[in-house]
């Protein structure tokens, strides 16, 4: 694998779990500011904008700054947030084929790949990791493109 699309990948993966955690964090960031902690809430914004999304925000925000991008934040976490969590719903699901049949009283018979269950779970399987990763880490990378351009512009030094 060259290095090119290994860093494709480690970038679409920090997207998939940034996207996730980017709306609860930001939230909890909120209660924070208003309950005047900020320089804990900027601590906790900023070390999920460095650790989970990889981003180089090196400037730590006034109070004003950093509640209007929280504030303007919301907005796209929630778009990423939902897209995510779909995304690595699918994941799960799909691998799980078997379980998913037991729990909603399905059959294999008439689904992809039936009527054998060993055919139904693999073309589901390889089906949920595939979309997962031609589609859904592409996707994660381009909304943690859109947060990264929404930080750097409501949180750069002015």
Known sequence: MSDRALALGRAGLRGAVYA????????WCLVL?????VRAAA????RSLRRVA???I??????GRLAGHLLLSLPVDGVALAVAGYLWLLLPMNLLYPLRLAVFDESARDSWGGPTLAGAWAVHAVGGVAV???A?????AGLRGVQAWVADRTLASA
């Open 43 to 46: 601590a906790a914004r900023l």
């Open 20 to 27: 996730l955690v980017a709306l609860p964090v930001a939230l």
């Open 58 to 63: 090196a400037a730590s925000p006034t109070r």
């Open 132 to 134: 997962f990763v031609v």
């Open 33 to 37: 500011v208003a309950a005047g902690r």
């Open 136 to 140: 859904g880490l592409p996707i994660a």
């Open 54 to 56: 990889g981003l180089r």
